[in-house]
Each structure stands twice: as structure tokens, then as C-alpha cells.
């Protein structure tokens, strides 16, 4: 893949397509937020409070019968866990006077002897309402010490490229949990920490090539620098992606309905990461001044 890749001389003209780019940015940004804005997010037992139990039998599961032997319980939600069917996690939300140790009592009663319980975890909706708060709080500590990093590393142009592609790749996968009603816990939230910190590796590949070739060709046009740039790292870019983008394919189809979440928001990142790289964070800077930032080669090499 790699000879395939470097046998090919890349001029794709990308900033002449810029428009189509903001257009379809646009679209997806509006679908998210409206999904957000009068759907909201499905969230987790992490979020909203509740009772989460794994649980593993030494035969194959019948879901149908754990279903109606647990139909006492109110938002519940049975799913099976492995390849051999023998395992289940079990989440349910107890009723505001109803006490969630209990119910977990009351739950392995009904289910019997024939189960052993791998996992349980009781959230209460204060906690819940706390780790909202606090997540919500590290993405935005992360999406600055990420914007501050690129400016001290860069220039402010390119620390405003990189927050606006963080920020639309955020809000559209987010907007996929809320479109879809996949279910949003602190897993996912890893996930999206995780996307933030992958995209800004990819666009920084570039935005370097752009400072680079802003001082070796001072004479020629902003947009023509800036696709050489994107042309000069797209097979960096390329073959990163698609490998990172193998392993989370292979995580999402193996790693069970625990690592769900987490696999879908790093496949959706990777994707729009890589698009978000080259059709907002590049073609963004050619509204800024950014010639007069980039310092002649041959004074840099005599300042080194």
C-alpha cells in the first residue's frame, strides 16, 4: 500500500472545491444540532443514574425469557455480550423511590442460581448529573489546551484552522449519537477525547508543510501553497487514516456492545478528522494573512 501510495504525485486542486466542502459541513453541522436541539442524547447509566449488570450463565442465553422474567423493571435494556451468547449486560433506571441495591437483589432472585455476575454497578442521578458536568468540562480543557498548544506552535491563524476543525468533527458525531439515539456514556466520551487528539495530529502534519512551503515559495499564491501542502502529506494522511480506520472497524464488529459506543464515535472521527484536515482547517487560513507569517528559508537557515 505504501508503493502504491508513493508512486503517485498527488495535485489535487482542493481549495477550487472549498464551497461544495462548506456546503456539505454546513448541512451535517445543521442536522446535528437540530438532532441535538429537540432530540438530545441517549444517555447512559454513567449520565443518567441506574443499574448496569453483567451476567454470565454456562449456557447460551435466552433473551426472550430473561426479558419477560425482567420485565419488572422500567427502561430496561438486555443485549448480549461475546460470541458464545452466554454472557448479558443487563441496564435498567430505578423509579425515584425505588432503592437500586434492592432491584439488583431482586434481579438475581428472579434470575436464579444458573448466572454468576461479572459486574454491577449502581449510578445514582446526582453522580450522574456530576459526571456530566465534568465531562462536558474536560472537552472543552482539551479543546483549549489544543488551541493553545497550535498557537505557540504556529501562529493564531492556524490555532482558529485547527479549534474549527475540532469543533465540527465534535458536533457531527455527536449529532450521530443524538440522530440514531445510540447510547452516549463515559465510554463515548473517551472516544471523542481520544478523536480530538487524533485530528489534531493530522492536521498539524499539514499545517507544518504549509509553514514550510510558505517560506519556500514566497512568490507563489496563498491557495496554490496550500494545495501543494495538502497534495505534499496526503499520502501521510491517507495511510494513516485507513489503518487507524482498520483496527476501530475491527474493534466496532469485535469488541462488543461495551466498546460499541467507543468504536462508532472513533470510526466517525476518523473519517471526518481526515475530511475535516483538508476541506476546513486548510482552505480556513487562506482568509488570514498567512504569507506574511511564513519566514524566508534562507533567513531561517541563518538565524539556526
Not at 38 to 67: C, H, K, Q, W
Not at 235 to 240: A, G, I, K, N
Not at 253 to 265: D, K
Amino acid at each position: 500500500m505504501i508503493k502504491l501510495f508513493s508512486k503517485h504525485q498527488f495535485n489535487f486542486n482542493f481549495i477550487s472545491q472549498r464551497k461544495w466542502a462548506y456546503l456539505f459541513s454546513v448541512t451535517l453541522l445543521a442536522i446535528s444540532l437540530a438532532s441535538f436541539l429537540t432530540r438530545g442524547l441517549n444517555y447512559g447509566i454513567d449520565f443518567e443514574g441506574g443499574i448496569l449488570v453483567e451476567a454470565s450463565s454456562e449456557t447460551p442465553v435466552d433473551m426472550e425469557e430473561v426479558r419477560e422474567k425482567l420485565s419488572f423493571l422500567r427502561d430496561l435494556s438486555i443485549q448480549s455480550a461475546g460470541t458464545e451468547g452466554k454472557t448479558i449486560l443487563i441496564q435498567a433506571k430505578p423509579e425515584a423511590d425505588e432503592n437500586a441495591n434492592q432491584l439488583v437483589n431482586q434481579m438475581k432472585e428472579v434470575l436464579g442460581s444458573g448466572y454468576s455476575y461479572d459486574q454491577v454497578e449502581v449510578v445514582g442521578p446526582t453522580i450522574g448529573n456530576e459526571l456530566k458536568e465534568k465531562s462536558l468540562l474536560a472537552s472543552i480543557l482539551a479543546l483549549l489546551a489544543i488551541s493553545i498548544y497550535i498557537w505557540f506552535r504556529f501562529e493564531w491563524p492556524f490555532a482558529i484552522g485547527c479549534m474549527a476543525s475540532l469543533t465540527h468533527d465534535l458536533i457531527i458525531v455527536v449529532g450521530f449519537f443524538s440522530f440514531f439515539q445510540i447510547e452516549f456514556d463515559m465510554i463515548v466520551v473517551a472516544g471523542l477525547l481520544s478523536l480530538a487528539g487524533y485530528d489534531c495530529n493530522d492536521t498539524i502534519v499539514t499545517y507544518d508543510r504549509v509553514r514550510e512551503n510558505l517560506r519556500k515559495f514566497r512568490k507563489m499564491e496563498v491557495d496554490g501553497i496550500l494545495n501543494k501542502s495538502v497534495n505534499e502529506t496526503l499520502s501521510r494522511t491517507l495511510l494513516t487514516s485507513l489503518t487507524t480506520l482498520f483496527v476501530v472497524l475491527i474493534l466496532l464488529v469485535m469488541g462488543g456492545a461495551t466498546l460499541e459506543g467507543f468504536s462508532i464515535a472513533m470510526v466517525l472521527g476518523t473519517i471526518f478528522g481526515t475530511y475535516s484536515s483538508i476541506y476546513v482547517a486548510v482552505p480556513l487560513l487562506r482568509y488570514f494573512d498567512i504569507k506574511s507569517m511564513g519566514e524566508p528559508v534562507d533567513s531561517a537557515i541563518k538565524n539556526n
